[in-house]
């Protein structure tokens, strides 16, 4: 069983930042392939970025360039900075883990982009 716990969420204004935080329990993190979703109201739940255990990225067009995850092993946290950010990233944040061919959830976390 691995446990998620998301945090950094928030209100801010177009063009702001936030990071985003995903604690994971267990003792091979660095193993889990680790991603971030999100769901706006009345739309579907949509990948927004993910990183594999080597490291490597992917990223929903739509945050290209302003996006970024990382992890730290370390820590077993994964990130997700989010740069210049726009009315339309407005949604819950979920983090998510694959770990051992099974998928788990975090509880989310709401970013709200609004003047």
């Known amino acids: 069983q691995v446990q998620l716990v998301e945090s950094g969420g928030d209100l801010v204004q177009p063009g702001g930042s936030l990071r985003l935080s995903c604690a994971a329990s267990g003792r091979i993190f660095s193993t889990y392939v680790m991603g971030w979703y999100r769901q706006a109201p009345g739309k579907q739940r949509e990948l927004v970025a993910h990183i594999t255990s080597e490291g490597r990225t992917n990223y929903v067009d739509s945050v290209k360039g302003r996006f970024t995850i990382s992890r730290d092993n370390a820590k077993n946290t994964v990130y997700l900075q989010m740069n210049s950010l726009k009315p339309e990233d407005t949604a819950v944040y979920y983090c998510?883990?694959?770990?051992?061919?099974?998928?788990?959830w975090g509880q989310g976390t709401q970013v709200t982009v609004s003047t």
């Open positions: 998510y883990a694959f770990v051992d061919l099974k998928g788990y």
